[in-house]
């Protein structure tokens, strides 16, 4: 039922975050959900730098090259 499919989704993006990975899309999701965006806007360009720089840095050291 579509119901247990969206408790799936807010569980999982829960315990994603709770667990202390940061992620901005998730961080967004757990905004949203909370009706917080006014305390939490400056967090999520913080994040999204973050998961950008990973990202590429990951992609670097598996590149062939």
Known sequence: ???????????GV????LSGFEHCVADMFYLSLGNAWLQGWWIIPIITAGNLVGGQ?????????
């Open 1 to 11: 039922s579509p119901v247990i499919g969206l408790m799936a989704v807010i569980f």
């Open 14 to 17: 829960m315990v994603f975050i």
């Open 57 to 65: 840095l990951g992609y670097l050291t598996v590149a062939d090259k």
